[in-house]
Nanobody, 122 residues
Framework: DVQLVESGGALVQPGGSLRLSCAVS????????MGWFRKSPGQGREGVAA???????SYVDSVKGRFTISKDIAARTLYLQMNSLKFEDTGVYYC????????????????WGQGTQVAVSS
């Protein structure tokens, strides 16, 4: 009974910035931990960033220093701020409730939305 709606994806040039949003409705069973995943062309779905219930964050090495995960509790919305975008960041991005504690490299998604497409191209 959980609905996740990702939005904010777009075509952006290398070096540009983008903020993705994930609106959450219904009830989750994965606690308060959330994560962002992506599926790049020719790749499987991989974890990108995680937000734990205590506010701590986790990122895979390829995005650390460029991406920031956050949430607005009142709005029940998860965000992913993406800066200094690279061609390799291209893919479909998904949000999900994840098992706690969450590590971006190993986390497991529990619910999925439709995803939002991010295309980085000159």
């Amino acid at each position: 009974d959980v609905q996740l709606v990702e939005s904010g994806g777009a075509l952006v040039q290398p070096g540009g910035s983008l903020r993705l949003s994930c609106a959450v409705s219904g009830y989750t069973t994965g606690g308060d931990c959330m994560g962002w995943f992506r599926k790049s062309p020719g790749q499987g779905r991989e974890g990108v960033a995680a937000l734990n219930s205590d506010g701590s964050t986790s990122y895979v090495d390829s995005v650390k220093g460029r991406f920031t995960i956050s949430k607005d509790i009142a709005a029940r919305t998860l965000y992913l701020q993406m800066n200094s975008l690279k061609f390799e960041d291209t893919g479909v991005y998904y949000c999900s409730a994840v098992l706690c504690p969450a590590n971006a490299a190993t986390m497991l998604g529990l619910y999925w939305g439709q995803g939002t497409q991010v295309a980085v191209s000159s």
